[in-house]
């Protein structure tokens, strides 16, 4: 490499540099996350810590939904419905964000870190008000409790707007 | 150890799925009873001991009513609403009513036609990648996440039972899980299933006091369902195909 | 006889690149179409949950068959030892890797969730026939791609019997898994036959040779290369035998069929009540896509003529589209029978004959996948040496005499 062509590089690097500068100069941008409902579980918050779920959601979903479809297998601690139920609160009109809009739980993050999903094709993207049949048969599970998804419609609007308001993430 | 336990378990369960079947006769028909009998605990596997089926007397099947197509329509959310762009040969019926009449003797029936949940599935058989698959108490169902929407169960299906979506759905219901690109068919309501119940279909049905329909374990020599198949015998449609299917009729 | 030299074409002539231009607009109406049709769904094509394989599948199963069909000539030169073949076996190992790419494109984007591929490339059940086609297909890319290195690196050029051998037999597998696709379907009166692969074997031959045969005439005559009369006249009567052997299964399936009461009702549909079917098989298939051709190829003046036996090979490959479009369209617009002896009748269109319009967009993407084969041998033989410099007779025929 001739000094010349060194040269002109260390110009083009320096220049891409400076035009970098500005992205670090102000906050690094975050995804705004709404509030779940509740929390599952006194101790962890949601149904495992937090961080491992922010880690490993797609794991626990993906692990449940083979076993629901394959061994009938329905304990609702993992399950999508539960999750939605949960995590996609009600706006200030009490209506839900689709997950179109960037409002929506799911969305929120997944347009942040451009990972594409491929659930809410088939999947309902918000709760079902008037619930219809029984996501969830799990009578013994220890999470969810009067949020799961069967009892949905029970949730007094003002306990919901308390806890989003509070620490359940 | 796992296996002893499932043993008990089954023991319980016909245990109390007798007192409930004798409930229903002196009490009131309909699936209510069904539901306060012991559910399967949700962390339990489905087991081969069982194999789901259904048995439907067509003398019983009234010409004009659909509460059966209905009640599914209602339970998972499909019919003309949820698929307003498609023509009306597009959208999905996981359920019909057909109409038969004898070319030879003029002899008119009704009865409900759905995936008749084989033995040996010509659907599973031909489906590249295994979406259509069958659970091991029998019920058929279509694994839509790895569905790739090639439409070739659909050919190879005898009974017509299966659709495929046009359109881009929204706001399915939770128990429904259905979309564009896809095929889908009667689940038998497995979800109910899992949970005791019977299908929406079968308690439609009842509750039109028509009771065409029985729903029960094929296994089980003392179920109703076997009780009655022993007594008045059950045929399968499109028989000489040999494909032992897990829905029967009477009076064809 | 001369040694065979390869060489690539110049590809700078206007007329090269307005062909090229032609065949992408093809193709971008395709990917335009698949757009459309992916993301609107299905309802905006002619499709159905009756007919469930439509205008696309007409043209994917047409192409994948004649992709087997275009490795005759290779075939007949490394398998059968027929040297006067040989000068055309890399252009013909060329073609039938890009007729089933554009067949297999065809098939894939018009699948209901084509961004799921990777689970058709991951997830296989074997029972299933379909799974067996994905591995076939898969395979034929690999053997005759290697084939084609053997015939075209000298070094390897030893190699090139075995590996012939290996491709034939492949592609014969191939097609009678392409056949067996319909053959399996035990529950379908149209389909539901062990004649159905080799029919199939015997429709590749023949549409296969016929598309060689334009695509050659075309290169040859668009880059003034020599192509003698006798190299092309075998070519003509070989495709001539072959579509005789395709009417022959046709007629000894539906014979068959006409025997068994059980089926009276699909034939009596597709041979003389089925309107546009019945139409589209007897003047169509049988009379445009298969006596004509042999009319024109046998005749003794007409057979000479090389613009009638090009609009002959012509006719054979929309005679093949139209037998295409009989057995997939025709063959599920035939009710299925479950309740023998009755009337039937529902909201699920039971016991009526099914309709279907093809949609524009389903028509466009199917001619995209010939676009698509087609550019591939375009661009192809601009690069690498598929095409000999010369077929003229003293080049090729090991028997020519010089007169």
């Not at chain 2, 979506?165 to 979800?191: F, Y």
């Not at chain 3, 192509?227 to 070519?235: E, M, N, Q, Y």
Request: one cysteine or more.
């Amino acid at each position: 490499m001739s000094l010349r062509q060194f040269s002109q590089k260390l110009v083009l690097v320096a220049a891409g540099l400076l035009l970098a500068l500005p992205m670090y100069a102000g906050e690094v941008p975050s995804p705004v996350v709404p509030k779940a409902k509740a929390k599952a579980n006194e101790e962890f918050g949601c149904v495992e810590p937090v961080t491992e779920m922010r880690k490993n959601h797609m794991k626990f979903i993906l692990h449940q939904r083979d076993d629901t479809m394959y061994k009938g297998i329905r304990t609702s601690k993992y399950a999508l419905a539960e999750c939605i139920n949960c995590h996609v609160s009600p706006e200030q009109n009490g209506t839900y964000a689709s997950y179109d809009e960037e409002e929506h739980f799911c969305n929120a993050c997944h347009t942040y870190a451009a990972v594409n999903i491929d659930c809410f094709g088939c999947h309902r993207d918000t709760p079902e008000e008037a619930s219809l049949g029984q996501a969830s048969t799990d009578k013994s599970d220890p999470y969810h409790k009067d949020f799961a998804f069967n009892k949905n419609s029970s949730v007094p609007k003002k306990n919901v707007d308390a806890l989003s308001s509070g620490g359940a993430e | 150890m796992e296996k002893e336990n499932s043993l008990l378990d089954q023991a319980r369960r016909a245990f109390f799925g007798k007192v409930a079947a004798a409930a229903a006769v002196t009490v009131a028909p309909g699936m209510v009873l069904y539901q306060v009998a012991q559910a399967k605990p949700a962390a339990e596997k489905v087991t081969d001991k069982v194999r789901w089926g259904m048995l439907i007397n067509t003398t019983k099947c009234a010409d004009g009513c659909d509460a059966c197509v209905t009640a599914c329509e209602t339970e998972y959310g499909w019919g003309p609403e949820s698929e307003p762009l498609s023509a009306p040969n597009q959208r999905a019926q996981w359920i019909r009513k057909v109409k038969l009449t004898d070319k030879a003797t003029g002899y008119a029936q009704t009865l409900p036609l759905m995936c008749q949940h084989c033995e040996i599935p010509p659907c599973v058989d031909v489906c590249p990648t295994g979406a259509s698959m069958k659970r091991v108490d029998g019920i058929v169902l279509v694994d839509k996440h790895i569905c790739i929407g090639c439409r070739y169960c659909m050919m190879a299906c005898p009974y017509k039972a299966r659709s495929f979506v046009h359109e881009n759905l929204t706001d399915q219901n939770v128990n429904a899980p259905r979309g564009k690109g896809t095929v889908e068919s009667c689940t038998m309501c497995v979800q109910r299933v899992d949970n005791d119940g019977i299908p929406a279909c079968v308690e439609a049905c009842n509750a039109e006091n028509h009771n065409a329909m029985f729903f029960g374990d094929l296994n089980d020599p003392q179920s109703e369902i076997s009780i009655e198949l022993a007594k008045n015998g059950g045929e399968q449609i499109r028989g000489d195909l040999g494909l032992n299917t897990g829905v029967r009729y009477q009076g064809i | 006889m001369k040694k065979i030299t390869f060489s690539v074409i110049e590809g700078r002539s206007g007329g090269y690149l307005a062909l090229l231009g032609i065949l992408g607009a093809f193709i971008l109406g395709a990917l335009g179409a698949t757009y459309y049709m992916e993301h609107n769904g299905h309802h905006v094509t002619g499709m159905n949950n009756q007919i469930v394989w439509g205008t696309p599948h007409v043209f994917a199963v047409f192409l994948i068959v004649a992709a087997s069909g275009a490795l005759n000539v290779a075939s007949i030169s490394s398998v059968f030892n027929k040297t006067a073949y040989k000068p055309l076996a890399r252009l013909s190992g060329l073609l039938s890797l890009a007729l089933l790419t554009g067949g297999l494109l065809v098939l894939v984007l018009d699948l209901g969730r084509p961004d799921r591929l990777i689970v058709a490339m991951t997830y296989y059940n074997f029972k299933s026939i379909f799974a067996w086609n994905i591995i076939l297909y898969n395979g034929f890319f690999v053997i005759v791609g290697v084939y084609l290195w053997m015939m075209m690196e000298r070094r390897m050029n030893k190699y090139t019997h075995a590996a012939g051998v290996t491709a034939f037999v492949w592609r014969l597998v191939l097609t009678t898994g392409t056949g067996s696709i319909f053959g399996f379907l035990v529950a379908r009166q149209a389909y539901d036959a062990a004649l159905m692969a080799p029919m199939f074997i015997v429709m590749s031959f023949s549409y296969g040779l016929a598309i060689f045969l334009l695509v050659t005439m075309a290169a040859y005559k668009w880059t003034d290369r020599p192509f003698g009369d006798a190299l092309f006249s075998r070519l003509k009567n070989l495709l001539g035998v072959f579509v005789a052997g395709v009417l022959y299964f046709v007629m000894v399936f539906h014979l068959t069929n006409l025997y068994a009461t059980e089926h009276h009702g699909v034939e009596a549909f597709l041979l003389r009540d089925g309107a546009i079917y019945t139409q589209l098989f007897w003047i169509g298939q049988v009379l445009l896509g298969s006596l004509l051709p042999l009319l024109l190829f046998y005749h003794p003046t007409w057979g000479k003529s090389r613009t009638l036996v090009g609009l002959g090979a012509l006719l054979v490959v929309i005679g093949g589209l139209i037998q295409m479009y009989v057995i997939i369209i025709g063959g599920q617009a035939y009710p299925l029978e479950m309740f023998p002896g009755k009337e039937v009748s529902s909201s699920f269109s039971d016991g009526v004959i099914n309709s279907y319009a093809p949609s524009l967009p389903e028509v466009v993407l199917g001619m995209g996948g010939i676009a698509i084969a087609l550019i591939i041998v375009v661009l192809a033989v601009k690069v690498l040496g598929f095409l000999p410099n010369s077929l003229a007779d003293e080049d090729v025929d090991p028997h020519h005499k010089a007169s």
